[in-house]
Each structure stands twice: as C-alpha cells, then as structure tokens.
C-alpha cells in the first residue's frame, strides 16, 4: 500500500505539514522547558515556602479559633478533608508534577492539587489544596490572588494547537492556489488528447506557470491550424480527384457493348478509388466527429450486428455479458466495429465471434473480434495497423491498408488500446478496451 501521495499538491501540503509539526513540536518543547516549567517551579517554590511557614507556626494542630484568625489574615485555610470537600476539593486536579516538586522541597510527600473556576467555592475561583502525608487528614487551602481578574490564560498547548491548524489551513490553500492552474493544464490536455481543441487558457500563478502556459496555448494553437490545414488538403486533393474520376466513368459510359467488360472493370476500379479516397478523409480529420456521452457497448453491437445481418452469408456469434455504460463518440465507436467486423468477414469467412467483459478491478470494458481464417503472421501483427501496411498478402489485403490505422486512432482518442493475436485454435483476434465511466 502506497502511504506517500502521487499527486504535487498531496506532496507539497505533507511536505508543509511535516515541516510545521517538527515546528510544534520544537516550540512546545521550548515553551515548556524555559516559560513553563521555571514559572511551575517558582510557584511549587511559593506553595512549599507557605506550607513550611504554616507548619513552623503549628497551625496544622491548632485551635479553630486560631485557624480562623490566619486565614482571614493570610486567606490561607487549613482544615479537614471533611471541610475541604465541601469547599471543592471533590473536584480539584491532581497535579503529579507539582507534588513531586513541593514534596523534593518540604522533605515530604505531599499531594498537590487545584480547583478549576467551575468547582470552586467563594470568591476565589482557582484554589491549590495540599496535603502532607504526616498529616493526611488536614489540607492547605491556599487561593490563587488575582485570578478573577486575569483569567488565566489557556496552556500553551492550545495555542500551538491553534497556531498548527491555522498554519495547515493556509498553507493548502496556497497550495491549492499554486496547483489550480495545473488542474486547468490537466483538462485542456486531456481535450486534446480527445480531439478537441479549448479555447486559450487563462495565464495565472507563478512567472514559471505562466510560460507554461504560453507555451499549451502556442501549442494548441499550432496543432489546431495543423488539422485544420490537413483536412482542407484532403478535402482538397479528394475532390481533384473525383473530378477526373467522374470524367472517366463518364467515358466509359460511351464504350461500345462489345466493351461492356471493359467498362465494368474502369467502374470496379473508380469504386475502389472512391472508398479510398473516403478512408483518406476519414483519417486525415481524426474522426473527430459527434459528441461524447455515457453509451452501453452493447448496444453499439447489436446496432452494427443488425447491419450486417442482412447479409445471408454473415453469420455473428455473440457472447455478450452485463457492461456499464462508458463514455464515447458513438459515430466513432461504430466505425471502430464496422471496420473490424467487417475485416473479420472479409478476410476470416462467413462465420465471426463478438464477446465482451468487464474487468472490474482496472475498469476496463473489453471487446473481442475472431474470425476462423488463417490468421496473420506473428511478426506481422504490429505493422497491420501501420497506415499503408495491408498485413498478411495470404488474407488477400486489398484498399489502402487504412482501415486499422483509423480503428488504432480512435480507440487512442478513448484512451484504450487495441491489439491482434492469433488464436490458439485458428483465425484472429482483434481486442480492444475503453475505459469505464468515472
């Protein structure tokens, strides 16, 4: 299990956590050990000086009426652990370190302990009671003077605490700040990646972002005049073409009928031309046609079965199991399946096999394609969807050898790959994936 983010952002912000949590701790540990712990120790100093001065006077066995009189003297108590109780000691706190220190000063163990605002009883609200343990029963009341007034502070705890949180807010926020112009290079990236071409985006963030950038912007530019300049040479050179194409048939049109062959074989041959020059066109523009949405593969299937289920010869075996629906260009995913249906035909046989699956674990949809015809040649199964390359010769390759190279690049425009393979008992496979919907 990967504990360490990927992401910039999620290292950045660790990185500042880090480093601002070794600040905490630097600084609580300064604080207790030079502010914290000599004013404890001044105080325990205070508190022991009071309790011996209480004990060289007696005052812990003495008269009540003696008592009384040096507590509305001093304001300093002493009295029994019934008294004590009822005047808030029930409630008081321990203090574990201060008892260590007034007990290592007095020379006995004593029991420290102090009533919060909320327990405490008269018009003192922070009381420290302390105990000796030669005399159990009798404890020292002594009031904290001046308590009501200055509220005593929260412990530094709190504060570095509350610094801590402040400190990590902001610095993922200004992480956050740094990054969301990468996010808005993330999404105009993957655009391109899919055909489209964003408008420019906004330059923000540091002088280093902001030639990055620059630089998407020139970049989505130029690949965006680019296309632009191939598909109106294609459409272009296409119609160049089709003019004398048309001229031609034409012609043949005024042969005499001893020279019917003759004609149906310059038709045959214009046909060809024509379904070349299309799959020229449609490579040139990238298919970039219709817009995506959330579509079932299966049901792009069954379209493109039924299209060639007019056909008697045709046979489609389908092994279809339960897809979720993925996001595509329709036009283009059927023109991936016409292609590769019709190849299988085409060079396979009358009979062809169309499965599918999902695999859940990397969310994935798959499609497979297989004829029962001879197949490909192993080391030729990679240059098949190289554009101009018609595979193996003994499958009777006709056309432009286009067809594959327009399925590889749509499939590549959904982000899936697509591969052939031999199968193990005879024909070819043809496989490719699409990613699930997110």
């Known amino acids: 299990m990967r504990l360490l983010p990927k992401s910039a952002f999620g290292q950045t912000v660790l990185l500042i956590g880090v480093l601002l949590l070794i600040n905490q701790v630097v600084s609580y540990l300064s604080v207790t050990y030079y502010f914290v712990r000599p004013t404890t120790q001044q105080i325990s100093s205070l508190l022991a000086t009071q309790v011996q001065s209480v004990q060289s006077q007696g005052l812990m066995s003495a008269p009540l009426e003696q008592r009384l009189a040096y507590a509305k003297q001093t304001k300093v108590e002493i009295m029994t652990t019934e008294q ?11 203090y574990n370190f201060m008892s260590s220190q007034v007990s290592s000063q007095i020379g006995v163990k004593a029991d420290v302990r102090i009533s919060t605002a909320e327990t405490a009883v008269g018009s003192e609200p922070y009381r420290v009671w302390i105990s000796l343990s030669t005399r159990p ?18 412990p530094p705890t709190m504060y570095l605490m509350v ?3 402040l400190s990590v807010t902001g610095g993922w926020w200004f992480v956050r700040h740094l990054n969301r112009p990468l996010q808005a290079l993330q999404q105009a990236a993957l655009q391109v990646g899919r055909g489209q071409f964003p408008p420019p985006l906004k330059e923000q963030g540091s002088s280093e972002m902001r030639e990055v950038t620059r630089a998407f912007n020139r970049m989505n530019q130029g690949i965006k005049q680019l296309e632009d300049e191939r598909t109106l040479m294609t459409a272009g050179i296409s119609h160049d073409l089709r003019t004398p194409l048309t001229r031609i048939r034409l012609a043949s049109e005024m042969l005499p009928e001893e020279s019917e062959w003759v004609r ?11 379904a070349i020059i299309d799959q020229f066109i449609e490579y040139a523009r990238f298919d970039r046609t219709g817009e995506w949405e959330n579509a079932n593969l299966n049901t792009l299937i069954g379209d493109m079965v039924r299209v060639h289920e007019r056909y008697e010869s045709h046979h489609i075996t389908l092994k279809l199991t339960s897809l979720p629906d993925t996001p595509v260009r329709t036009v283009a995913i059927k023109r991936v399946l016409d292609n590769l249906i019709e190849n299988a035909f085409r060079y396979g046989g009358d009979k062809i096999s169309v499965s599918t699956f999902f695999d859940r674990t990397k969310q994935r949809v798959y499609c497979r394609i297989r004829d029962f015809g001879p197949g490909i040649p192993d080391n030729e199964l990679d240059n098949a969807f190289m554009p101009f390359k018609q595979g193996d010769k003994a ?10 190279a327009i399925t590889r690049k749509i499939i590549n425009m959904h982000f899936g790959n697509i591969t052939l393979r031999n199968h193990p008992e005879g024909g070819l496979v043809a496989e490719f994936w699409l990613p699930g919907a997110h």
Not at 144 to 154: E, F, Q, R, T, V
Not at 269 to 274: A, Q
Request: charged share 15%; proline share 4%; aromatic share 2%.
């Open 84 to 94: 004590a109780l009822q005047q808030g000691l029930r409630d008081a706190t321990h």
């Open 395 to 404: 499958r009777g390759s006709l056309g432009s050898g286009l067809g594959l």
């Open 163 to 165: 610094i801590g949180i």
């Open 137 to 154: 029963n009798i404890w020292v009341s002594i009031p904290l003077i001046g308590g009501n007034d200055a509220h005593i502070s929260p």
């Open 264 to 274: 149906d074989g310059i038709n045959e041959d214009i046909e060809d031309m024509n």
